[in-house]
C-alpha cells in the first residue's frame, strides 16, 4: 500500500478498531516552526513536517511508519502541541521513540511526548477540541527578531475591542464569511467554545478554541478582528459579518507565519500528559 493510501487509511481506521496482534499504538506531541516547511502533509516535490516526522520515527522502528495528526497545518502555520499517533510492531518505550527521534529531526521539529496509548484512540477523531493562537507584534517598526514567527501591524491596535468583537463568534454558527474559496468541508458550521483577545507588552494575542475548524477559519477571524482594532470597522460589524455568509464582504486573510496550533483536547480516560499552550514568548 502506498504512503498516500495508507494515511487515508490510518484516517478512516473506525474508532472501535483493535490492532492486530503484537502491534501497539502510540501518541506524541509535535513542536514545530512552519515556516521551514510546505505544511503538515506529506508532498511528492516539497518539504513536509510529516514527512520528516515520518521519516526520522521510520529509521527508530527499521521499518515504515505512517502517522495520522489532529489537524493539517499550512504552509507557514506552527505548532507547539500538534498531536500525531502511529502504529507500530517495532519493540520501542515511548522514552527510546523520544530521543531516537529528537536526535534525528532536523532542528525546526521535536517531539515533547511519547506516550502507548489503547487502538480506540485517534488523533483525529478522537478529539474533542483544538486550540490556535494567532500572535501580532503590534509596534511602529518591524521586529527584526520573530520575523516569521509573528504578524507585523504597524497601527495600534485596540485588543479590548477585539476581545468585544470576537465574542460575536461564539457558539456554533455558519462560518461561511470566515472559510476560504476553496474550503472541502461539507458543511461551514463550527462550534466556538471559548475565544478571546488580550494584550502582552507589544504582542496581541488571539486565542480561539472550537470543535473543529474550516480552512483558513483562524486566519480570516484574525484578518476581520485586526480590522476592528484598528478602529476601521465597528466591533458590531462581526456579527454583521457572520450573519452575511458571504466570504467577500470579510477582510483580507491574515498572514500564516502568526498562526499556532497550540491545543488538542481529548477524553482525560486517555490519559495523555499535560502541556503548556505557547508559544513560550507568549506564555
Known amino acids: 500500500m502506498s504512503n498516500d493510501w495508507q494515511y487515508l487509511a490510518n484516517c478512516l481506521i473506525p474508532p472501535e478498531r483493535q490492532l492486530p496482534e503484537g502491534v501497539r499504538r ?13 505544511g503538515w502533509q506529506r508532498q511528492a516535490h516539497c518539504s513536509s513536517i510529516q514527512a520528516a516526522v515520518e521519516g526520522v520515527l521510520s529509521s527508530v522502528a527499521n521499518s515504515p511508519v505512517t502517522l495520522a495528526c489532529a489537524g493539517r497545518t499550512d504552509t507557514g502555520v506552527h505548532a507547539t502541541n500538534q498531536v500525531i499517533h502511529f502504529d507500530t510492531a517495532a519493540r520501542r518505550e515511548p522514552r527510546n ?13 521535536r ?6 496509548v489503547p487502538g480506540q484512540f485517534h488523533a483525529r477523531f478522537s ?20 520575523r516569521s514567527m509573528v504578524t507585523w501591524c504597524k497601527e495600534p491596535l485596540d485588543a479590548g475591542a477585539m476581545d468585544a468583537a470576537a465574542r460575536h463568534l461564539l457558539g456554533e454558527n455558519d462560518f461561511t464569511s470566515f472559510r476560504s474559496s476553496i ?5 461551514p458550521f463550527r462550534c466556538i467554545h471559548a475565544i478571546r483577545v488580550w494584550r502582552r507588552g507589544q504582542l496581541v494575542i488571539i486565542e480561539v478554541t472550537a470543535n473543529a475548524f474550516l480552512h ?39 498572514p500564516p ?9 481529548y477524553p482525560d480516560s486517555f490519559g495523555l500528559p499535560s502541556f503548556v ?5 507568549v506564555d
Not at 216 to 229: C, E, P, S, Y
Not at 237 to 254: C, K, M, S
Not at 277 to 281: C, L, R, T, V
Request: aromatic share 10%; hydrophobic share 45%; proline share 6%.
Open 26 to 38: 502510540f501518541a506524541a506531541a509535535v513542536e514545530y516552526n512552519g515556516s521551514c516547511f510546505h
Open 97 to 109: 521513540w523520544l530521543l531516537g527521534a529528537n536526535t534525528r529531526l532536523p532542528d525546526a521539529v
Open 111 to 116: 517531539l515533547h511526548w511519547v506516550a502507548e
Open 127 to 146: 478529539a474533542t477540541a483544538r486550540t490556535y493562537r494567532y500572535v501580532i507584534s503590534n509596534e511602529p517598526v518591524r521586529p527584526a527578531l520573530f
Open 183 to 187: 474550503c472541502q468541508s461539507n458543511t
Open 216 to 254: 483558513h477559519m483562524v486566519r480570516n477571524i484574525a484578518g476581520v478582528l485586526m480590522a476592528v482594532g484598528r478602529d476601521a470597522k465597528p466591533v458590531s460589524w462581526v456579527a454583521e459579518l457572520l450573519a452575511a455568509r458571504d466570504r467577500t464582504r470579510g477582510e483580507v486573510t491574515a
Open 257 to 265: 507565519h502568526g498562526l499556532y496550533l497550540v491545543s488538542v483536547a
Open 277 to 281: 499552550p505557547g508559544p513560550p514568548f
